[in-house]
């Protein structure tokens, strides 16, 4: 199996997109498989790695990548170590890391025997999983989608009333990240990017103008994104199949660092259904 790890290219907004490519070199097409992580995520949490090489064993061309401003860099991607950035972040930016992953995939020349332009499936996992439903409803080289605890809507999860007045007036608000305990910076723009693109951000217009094969995989016991956004976008999508992983968290027990050489029993399932839909017709 051939991996290449932190691949630097350009992007819309000043920050280099930095991915991962897992593929067998066999001088062979394959589908190309694109994975964005969530919020608060990066493409060398957990279990991505594991999950990128059952891929790349079942023949396919699997890419993931850390968004621009994650809040991680490219001297040190595992660590938040750009929290300005982070906090700069918003879904329009998101929309064109996603396109410009996508657009290097499909042309890079190195990779032009092992990849099959017709054939690309875009993953996200909780909030990227709803960047990937906006994308695929409007990228005309993805084929395919499947989403992984994926949210249906990002408006209802802003604050409102007395905090989104608070946050307005002093522009910034923190969240802690439970993980590493920093106060992870959402400067107002982030609503502000939201209010302006609104149109551009449904997700559920966006699902149901999708008429592309679709996976949704949630897990029976999330309690981060409610399975009740797993029902919705299968309520709004034409070709949409669901299914709930029974027993499944929000990483379908995954962790951070996971230093396991196999995957938990949920993402196994997890990543076996998604590989076959995938490699179906």
């Known amino acids: 199996m051939k991996i290449l790890r ?150 209802s999860r802003f604050p ?12 910034v608000m923190h969240v802690e990240n439970a993980r590493t305990k920093q106060q992870m910076p959402h400067h107002y723009q982030f609503f502000e990017n939201f209010q302006a693109n609104q149109d551009r951000l449904n997700i559920q217009s966006a699902v149901k103008r999708m008429d592309k094969p679709f996976l949704i995989l949630h897990g029976s016991d999330d309690t981060t994104v409610p399975v009740t956004d797993a029902k919705n976008l299968h309520d709004w999508s034409k070709q949409g199949q669901l299914k709930l992983i029974d027993q499944a968290d929000h990483v379908f027990g995954g962790k951070h660092p996971y230093t396991e050489t196999s995957l938990p029993k949920p993402f196994q399932i997890l990543v076996d259904d998604s590989i076959d839909f995938v490699k179906s017709n």
């Open 160 to 171: 409102n009333g007395e905090k989104l007045e608070m946050w307005k007036k002093l522009q």
């Open 6 to 155: 932190n691949i630097q290219i350009d992007g819309k907004h000043q920050k280099p997109i930095l991915l991962d490519v897992f593929y067998k070199e066999t001088n062979k097409t394959k589908p190309i498989v694109v994975f964005c992580h969530g919020y608060k995520g990066f493409k060398d949490w957990g279990c991505w790695d594991l999950a990128a090489q059952s891929f790349a064993q079942a023949d396919c061309f699997f890419v993931k990548f850390n968004f621009s401003h994650n809040g991680t860099t490219p001297d040190n991607p595992l660590e938040f170590g750009d929290l300005e950035a982070f906090g700069q972040n918003n879904f329009t930016t998101e929309l064109d890391d996603l396109e410009a992953v996508i657009q290097w995939a499909i042309t890079e020349p190195s990779f032009e025997s092992e990849i099959n332009r017709n054939d690309l499936t875009l993953i996200g996992h909780s909030r990227g999983g709803g960047i990937v439903a906006l994308k695929a409803a409007k990228n005309q080289y993805v084929t395919k989608l499947i989403t992984w605890a994926a949210v249906s809507d990002f408006g």
